[in-house]
């Protein structure tokens, strides 16, 4: 016995695969956001830790979520999402940034790499646990 298709089953199937479309890009939205901002803070951390003098290295971003320039105001306006985040600031925590000489190098390479410039890149040095006496 063959099952003809019926009008319910032409409207609920396509509703359905709708319904399910929507509920995963909402969830890996969400997740993904996450997930890009981790890595990265991680694969920056991964590469400055690389250069010689640097040692270990902590990096925090800081966001700035709300556009100063209008024509980007406008435009956020008519996209479907306004979730949009512009890295404006970095902090960088570093075992070498007690030298001069690797925190210029820390500076200059930050500020070519991200395209940011000096004045809002931070670079201290990490608290060694065994220096306190």
């Known amino acids: 016995m063959e099952k003809k298709w019926t009008k319910?089953?032409?409207?609920l199937i396509p509703i359905a695969v709708l319904a399910f479309i929507a509920?995963?890009?909402v969830t890996s939205d969400a997740s993904?956001?996450?997930?890009?901002?981790?890595?990265?803070?991680?694969?920056?951390?991964q590469a400055l830790s690389e250069i010689e003098g640097v040692g270990k290295v902590k990096v925090y971003f800081h966001y700035d979520e709300n556009p100063s320039n209008s024509?980007?105001?406008l435009s956020n306006y008519?996209?479907?999402?306004?979730?949009t985040k512009t890295v404006s600031?970095?902090?960088?925590?570093?075992e070498g940034a007690k030298d001069p000489k690797v925190q210029r190098q820390l500076l200059e390479t930050?500020?070519?790499?991200?395209?940011m410039p000096a004045h809002r890149i931070m670079i201290v040095p990490m608290e060694s646990k065994g220096d306190e006496k």
Request: charged letters at 25%; hydrophobic letters at 35%.
């Open 32 to 45: 993904s956001e996450r997930y890009d901002t981790v890595t990265a803070e991680g694969r920056l951390e």
């Open 8 to 11: 319910l089953n032409i409207i």
């Open 78 to 83: 008519f996209r479907s999402s306004n979730n």
């Open 23 to 25: 509920y995963i890009s």
């Open 89 to 94: 600031g970095l902090l960088i925590v570093s």
């Open 71 to 73: 024509e980007e105001t």
């Open 110 to 115: 930050i500020s070519k790499v991200m395209q």
